[in-house]
Nanobody, 115 residues
Framework: QVQLVESGGGLVQPGGSLRLSCAAS????????MGWYRQAPGKQRHLVAT???????NYLDSVKGRFTISRDSAKNTVYLQMNSLKPEDTAVYYC?????????WGQGTQVTVSS
């Protein structure tokens, strides 16, 4: 059993910043990939950013240069630093971790960008 605990969401004004965290615990069998997805109301969930065990990163085009994904392997934690936030970044953000045992999702954290 794998547990993912997310934190750091909230309400922020356009141009502001937030940092999301996701701590993984439980039966972690070789974490291959950690990432963040988001789902806006009425839309499908899609990838925002991922980071591999070799620290290779991948980003959604619309967040490149504004968001940074990082990880602390000792703490099994992945972070998403979000700068220059825009109203269109408003969504529920989900952490995803892929291990030897399969993929796992967090419960989601709401990010609202509004003045």
């Amino acid at each position: 059993q794998v547990q993912l605990v997310e934190s750091g969401g909230g309400l922020v004004q356009p141009g502001g910043s937030l940092r999301l965290s996701c701590a993984a615990s439980g039966s972690l069998l070789s974490i291959y990939l950690m990432g963040w997805y988001r789902q806006a109301p009425g839309k499908q969930r899609h990838l925002v950013a991922t980071i591999t065990s070799a620290d290779s990163t991948n980003y959604l085009d619309s967040v490149k240069g504004r968001f940074t994904i990082s990880r602390d392997s000792a703490k099994n934690t992945v972070y998403l630093q979000m700068n220059s936030l825009k109203p269109e970044d408003t969504a529920v953000y989900y952490c995803n971790v892929v291990t030897r045992g399969g993929g796992h999702w967090g419960q989601g954290t709401q990010v609202t960008v509004s003045s």
